[in-house]
């Protein structure tokens, strides 16, 4: 069976979605990566949310940022597969649909990242070039990437 995708608002959520949606990011981000920091931002509310299941477990997740007054261009962040389901080639699928989805919903357009340095050839492959060095953020080498229209 193949692995559904939704995309959602963060009105849209109900709150067993949300709960696991959060749950995802917690188990990777903080827990997995050994690494305290606020992952709650206040940007959620005005994102959209590509979640991933395989039946009903979310199995990975990704966030849409529209741009705004804060950021300039729209940006895809907060890229998710859990660790049972990687090496599977679902981080590119779901990278080629979040693309997918901007380029419907807003245009062709710039579209920018800040991505764990050591992912930079993964982003690559999506046409994702580093711009400047890595720094860090949250104590994780980063570096600013962008994707041209």
């Given at each position: 069976m193949p692995f559904q995708y939704t995309t959602l608002s963060f009105q849209a959520f109900t709150p067993e979605q949300l709960y696991a949606y959060l749950q995802l990011r917690s188990e990777v981000f903080v827990v997995e990566q050994n690494c305290v920091y606020q992952d709650l931002d206040n940007l959620d509310q005005d994102s959209l949310h590509v979640l991933v299941y395989?039946?009903?477990?979310?199995?990975?997740?990704?966030?849409?940022?529209?741009?705004?007054?804060?950021?300039?261009?729209?940006?895809?962040?907060?890229?998710?597969?859990?660790?049972?389901?990687?090496?599977?080639?679902?981080?590119?699928?779901?990278?080629?649909?979040?693309?997918?989805?901007?380029?419907?919903?807003?245009?062709?357009?710039?579209?920018?990242?800040?991505?764990?340095?050591?992912?930079?050839?993964?982003?690559?492959?999506?046409?994702?070039?580093p711009q400047g060095e890595i720094y860090l953020e949250d104590g994780i080498p980063h570096v600013y990437m962008e994707r041209n229209k």
């Open positions: 395989d039946a009903q477990l979310l199995i990975a997740c990704a966030r849409i940022v529209a741009a705004n007054e804060k950021y300039p261009n729209i940006s895809i962040g907060r890229v998710i597969v859990a660790a049972t389901h990687r090496k599977q080639d679902l981080g590119h699928a779901l990278m080629k649909y979040c693309i997918e989805t901007i380029e419907a919903r807003f245009g062709q357009q710039k579209i920018v990242l800040s991505a764990q340095a050591h992912l930079q050839n993964f982003y690559k492959k999506h046409n994702f070039a």
